[in-house]
């Protein structure tokens, strides 16, 4: 799946918890897709969190 198709695919999700569920339920469909798309690219190894986990080590 291509990155046109996903923004395609959320948009209609976001578009239809909009439509049904109002405006409270557009902002947690939009919250929880981000959290699910961080999960996704760090489990794919596109996205890097080292830098925030990382300590100093002497």
């Known amino acids: 799946m291509n990155a046109t198709i996903a923004g395609l695919l959320t ?3 976001l ?3 909009a439509a049904f569920g109002g405006f409270g339920a557009f902002l ?3 919250v929880l897709g981000a959290l699910g798309l961080l999960v996704g690219r760090v489990l794919d190894g596109k996205l890097d969190l080292s830098q925030f986990t990382d300590r100093e080590r002497r």
Do not use: H, N
Request: net charge neutral; aromatic share 0%.
């Open 28 to 30: 947690v469909v939009a």
């Open 15 to 17: 578009g239809l918890a």
């Open 11 to 13: 948009g209609l999700v």
